[in-house]
Nanobody, 115 residues
Framework: QVQLVESGGGLVQPGESLRLSCAAS????????MNWYRQAPGKEREFVAQ???????NYADSMKGRFTISRDNAKNTVYLQMNSLKPEDTAVYYC?????????WGQGTQVTVSS
């Protein structure tokens, strides 16, 4: 049974940091590209960041320099370090695992940035 379980969301003030985690099980984690997406209220889901099985990374332009994605294949976990958070970063953040044949999603974790 495939599971992606996100954690680490919460309420923070502008300028603060959060680290999201996504624990994966039920598939061969090391073989999948791991992604973070987010969806703000009233908006479409958007790409945040990707890490390949080998560890190369890619980011949406608005996240470059503030967000860092990483993975630990030994722990089957992907992380998203988010710094200098802004109110516009408020969204539900989703973990995604993808390869040529399969595409899995987590349930999401809420991040709220507000003073």
């Amino acid at each position: 049974q495939v599971q992606l379980v996100e954690s680490g969301g919460g309420l923070v003030q502008p300028g603060e940091s959060l680290r999201l985690s996504c624990a994966a099980s039920g598939f061969i984690f090391a073989n999948y590209r791991m992604n973070w997406y987010r969806q703000a209220p009233g908006k479409e889901r958007e790409f945040v960041a990707q890490v390949s099985p080998a560890g190369s990374t890619n980011y949406a332009d608005s996240m470059k320099g503030r967000f860092t994605i990483s993975r630990d294949n030994a722990k089957n976990t992907v992380y998203l370090q988010m710094n200098s958070l802004k109110p516009e970063d408020t969204a539900v953040y989703y973990c995604n695992a993808k390869n040529t044949w399969y595409n899995y999603w987590g349930q999401g974790t809420q991040v709220t940035v507000s003073s």
